[in-house]
């Protein structure tokens, strides 16, 4: 077998570039032109991978190369020694646009599938075997950043926190858990009537939604609920589906991020991050059986929630940490604990 191609030779001590006539006679390559006979064994040159369609690179011993345009000559000497088959089978994918379309199709499914059910699945495990002592120390970050950005000293009077504060720590100690539970007190123009609980147990209400609560029932109604989201740690969750999701793309785009960078962004994924449907569910369902222990019936939230829906409605302002969807889903359920 004999395949001729015309290349270009670089013999590795100087930038010039040499034009050449190459053959193989399927053993030696020979390379001859410009005042140069040059032959090189078997053992001396090696044929680099193909990428995309840019020249064909032939490495020779010391440090001298062999590139040609000629991409068909260069697949015959492939062929002939069953070389880069793998990448010659890449190759022809890249150029037929029936395969690189299949393979999006794949690669998205692949991608949605792992977001729609396998991300909730290591985000759950993740967040069941994470230490109190690290939630305590993602919520103290995040609780600082609201302070700076979004909360003020609240004008709640005294005797009127520790009446709240008293109701906080029965349902605590009744479906609390095992966190270092805290209640904070702020007023906040842009949060405007919200409660709203950290991974660790800090919960903060905003005075407006003391005034706009008609009793205490319905402001302990609120807080069971965000107690619901500790004990079954949705925040946390959330969090790790948000990192999850952005290290991925992160990588897909060639922007590999390091550990630290991610542990910085946790503040602000805290703060920005609502909560699913089926968290909401769940944190309900809490809230609804605890009042129900109570002889309450689940009226208190249910009319809380209303009133949130009405005193939020039209206002630019969102609900951060802890937003709220499907609220005629939740007031039906919770109607229907009663019975």
């Known amino acids: 077998m004999l395949v001729e191609f015309t290349s270009t030779y670089y013999d590795g001590r100087s930038a010039k570039a040499h034009t050449m006539q190459a053959r193989w006679n399927g053993v030696d390559l020979q390379v001859t032109g410009e005042g140069l006979d040059l ?26 190369r062999l590139e040609t345009d ?24 890249e150029h037929n646009w029936k395969w690189v379309l299949l393979g999006f199709v794949v690669l998205g499914g692949f991608l949605f599938s792992f977001f729609r059910f396998g991300l909730p699945v290591v985000a759950q495990k993740a967040a069941e075997v994470t230490p109190v002592s690290v939630l305590v ?23 009127r926190q520790q009446k709240i504060e008293s109701g906080f720590q029965k349902i605590v100690q009744s479906i609390g858990g095992d ?8 007023r906040s123009s842009l949060l405007g009537a919200n409660a709203f609980a950290l991974p660790s147990g800090d919960i903060v209400v905003t005075d407006n939604l003391i005034k706009l609560a008609k009793n205490d029932r319905e402001i302990l109604g609120v807080l069971a609920h965000e107690i619901g989201h500790v004990t079954e740690r949705h925040g946390l969750k959330s969090i790790y589906q948000s990192l999850g999701v952005f290290f991925m793309i992160s990588v897909a785009f060639g922007d590999v991020v390091s550990p630290t960078s991610l542990a910085a962004s946790v503040p602000a994924l805290l703060i920005q991050n609502g909560y699913s449907r089926a968290f909401e569910a769940e944190a309900d369902q809490v809230a609804g059986k605890y009042m129900l ?19 939020h409605e039209g206002s630019e302002t969102t609900s951060l940490l802890s937003t709220h969807p499907g609220v005629q889903d939740r007031l039906k359920m919770l109607q229907q604990m009663k019975r």
């Not at 000497?77 to 890449?90: F, P």
């Not at 120390?137 to 005797?159: C, G, V």
């Not at 966190?179 to 702020?186: A, S, V």
């Open 179 to 186: 966190y270092p539970y805290k209640l904070h007190f702020y």
């Open 39 to 64: 032959l090189f064994s078997e053992q001396e040159w090696e044929l680099q991978p193909p990428l995309g369609r840019t020249r064909r690179v032939f490495r020779l011993k010391s440090g001298a």
């Open 137 to 159: 120390a993602m919520s103290d970050n995040a609780l600082k950043l609201l302070e700076r950005q979004y909360l003020q000293s609240t004008r709640i009077p005294a005797a």
């Open 70 to 93: 000629d991409l068909q000559a260069i697949e015959t000497v492939e062929q002939a020694l069953g070389l880069n088959s793998g990448m010659r089978w890449v190759h022809a994918i």
């Open 293 to 311: 222990a109570q002889g309450w019936g689940t009226e208190p939230l249910q009319t809380m929630l209303q009133k949130l829906v009405e005193d």
